[in-house]
């Protein structure tokens, strides 16, 4: 496949022949004489994202959302590989659990995809399948909370094999009563409580540590203060208790307040984090009515890239900023070779224009559970996704196929 366009390379835009052969780029040159065939993009062709962190809720709760489904709408949305968090039904605790959710993954996901396994007794057995692991500092949906002392063994097994732990921080002894709205959910699981989490970190054994879903400049001083890696979501970057979303905005970590919200999101523009990742975590609608009873989580891993990408369009944040976080920080501790449009990297790239800015709708997202907190937001999708060396979607209808995504993360 030859692609004609505009590439961002190196951190500006030239007009350029990519060549890809065998699912890599083959040869980026200036000027081409050939006979074969050569697809001619508008606009600008950048790499295509990582999403560090999603739930497909397979297996167990496939009618939220599953592993085609979810990897069709990351397609949509520019997205060619995904890691899928463990708190499915069952809980992804033992190696045949996770050699299982493998083999679903390979048969039914349209990217490539990698697993975390749930920190638990079964690390070392399960860590010839998988380099990353979840560890819930507090429980959210489903019940993964584990005691301390247990948790330090655990690690310093896992750690010896060289794995790499995501945390969600929130420590449950700083909760106070359940609330009725945002506010009030967000005084329920204060910022406090992330903070204490944090720093519970710095008492485990040592090893890589990577702290999920920041939601203020508090959070994140303390993350880097102690070296860990930090993560942001677009929701925190974006949405603060102050939406009108009910039991739609409910998520763990909370929805802050304005002023963290903003914090969060000038150090993500000064390229403070280390990652950005949808925690795209879908509920029913039905599920999301009251309040009180309704589970936390929302949607996001197609909308995640164009965000960003009207953000950018709209001279808030550096394109390299994004592509370091969403794409080149990513590729690194996956072990994968993304992120550069040069001679050597995997083709995963988008095709995007940016004047195609549009108001996101429900209704032309591809997730099961129908919804999205950012509803009338403005995004931009891509025309074309790229991956393998093939269409993926093209001019905006998705092309892949069932299964021809693959498993990564056991490098
Ligand atoms: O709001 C959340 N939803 N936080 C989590 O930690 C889990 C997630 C989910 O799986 O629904
Ligand atoms: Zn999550």
Not at 159 to 165: E, F, M, R, W
Not at 180 to 188: I, Q, S
Not at 222 to 242: A, C, I, Y
Not at 309 to 320: A, E, P, Q, T, Y
Request: hydrophobic share 35%; aromatic share 10%.
């Amino acid at each position: 496949m030859i692609i004609k366009g505009t590439a961002y390379i190196r951190g500006s835009y030239e007009n350029c022949y990519i060549g890809i052969e065998d699912g890599k780029i083959d040869f980026v040159k200036k000027s081409l004489k050939t006979n074969k065939e050569v697809e001619k993009f508008d606009g600008v062709i950048l790499p295509a994202g990582i999403d560090m962190h999603v739930h497909f809720r397979e297996p167990g709760m496939t009618e939220k959302e599953d592993f085609y489904n979810g990897s069709v709408s990351a397609a949509y949305g520019g997205i060619t590989a995904v890691m899928d968090m463990p708190n499915n039904d069952p809980a992804i605790d033992s190696h045949s659990r996770l050699e299982k959710k493998i083999k679903i993954g390979r048969k039914k996901s349209v990217i490539d995809f990698g697993l975390y396994g749930l920190m638990c007794e079964n690390v070392e057995k399960m860590a010839e399948l998988t380099d990353f692991f979840k560890v819930y500092m507090a429980s959210s949906t489903g019940d993964q909370k584990i005691g301390q002392e247990e948790l330090k063994r655990w690690l310093k097994k896992a750690y010896s094999h060289d794995v790499k732990v995501a945390f969600h921080c929130e420590d449950e002894d700083l909760f106070y009563e359940p609330g009725e709205n945002l506010a009030e959910h967000n005084e329920h699981r204060p910022l406090e409580s992330e903070l204490e989490a944090i720093e519970e970190l710095k008492g485990l054994p040592e090893g890589d540590k990577y702290v999920c879903h920041l939601t203020s400049k508090k959070s994140l001083d303390r993350t880097t203060d102690h070296g860990f890696l930090s993560e942001v979501t677009p929701h925190h970057l974006f949405l603060s208790e102050e939406a009108f979303l009910g039991p739609f905005g409910k998520v763990n970590p909370p929805l802050r307040s304005e002023g963290d919200r903003y914090s969060i999101w000038e150090a993500f523009e000064r390229g403070e984090l280390n990652f950005i990742a949808s925690d795209h975590a879908p509920h029913l609608e039905e599920e999301k009515e009251e309040f009180a009873d309704a589970p936390s989580g929302v949607p996001g891993v197609e909308t995640l890239y164009p965000l960003l990408l009207n953000s950018v369009s709209r001279g808030k944040i550096d394109l390299s900023t994004v592509i370091e976080a969403l794409v080149l920080n990513p590729a690194e501790r996956l072990g994968l070779k993304r992120g550069k449009i040069k001679e050597g990297y995997d083709a995963e790239l988008v095709n995007i224009d940016f004047r195609d800015a549009e108001k996101i709708r429900s209704e032309k997202l591809h997730y099961k559970c129908g919804w999205t907190p950012f509803e009338g937001f403005q995004g931009i999708f891509p025309q074309n996704v790229i991956s393998k060396g093939e269409f993926l979607v093209k001019d905006r209808e998705f092309m892949g196929e069932k299964g021809r995504g693959e498993y990564i993360g056991d490098n």
